[in-house]
């Protein structure tokens, strides 16, 4: 019912910077938090940085200040602008939205994105 689909991902030089998207389509009602997570190798997925529909944002202490998070709520679409990427930053970036489906339901169930791989990596 709920597809994400991620952009942007590739191999980048230390100190470089990258743009993920991600756009959700299907049949649904709204969206309320999008955001990002990340799966570095050998470790546990984690936050990245996520934002509500009414702007507030959150970020992970590792990305604070050098990642921003965007959103444009007609488009149905989230953004991570990552600058000053390091080595640690290499994982696959998994896309996120708390969706409700239903105008009528108060169901509202996360969905993930099928992930875009960034790599830093000189």
């Known amino acids: 019912q709920v597809q994400l689909v991620e952009s942007g991902g590739g191999l980048v030089q230390p100190g470089g910077s990258l743009r993920l998207s991600c756009a959700a389509s299907?049949?649904?009602?709204?969206?309320?938090?999008m955001g990002w997570y990340r799966h570095p190798p050998g470790k546990e997925r984690e936050l990245v940085a996520l934002?509500?529909?009414?702007?507030?944002?959150n970020y992970a202490a590792s990305v604070k200040g050098r990642f921003t998070i965007s959103r444009d709520n007609a488009k149905n679409s989230v953004y991570l602008q990552m600058n000053r990427l390091g080595p640690e930053d290499t994982a696959a970036y998994f896309c996120?939205?708390?969706?409700?489906?239903?105008?009528?339901?108060?169901?509202?169930?996360?969905?993930w994105g099928q992930g875009t791989q960034v790599t830093v990596s000189s």
């Open positions: 996120y939205a708390n969706v409700k489906l239903d105008r009528d339901s108060p169901t509202i169930k996360g969905h």
């Open positions: 299907g049949s649904f009602f709204s969206i309320y938090t």
């Open positions: 934002t509500t529909n009414g702007g507030e944002t």
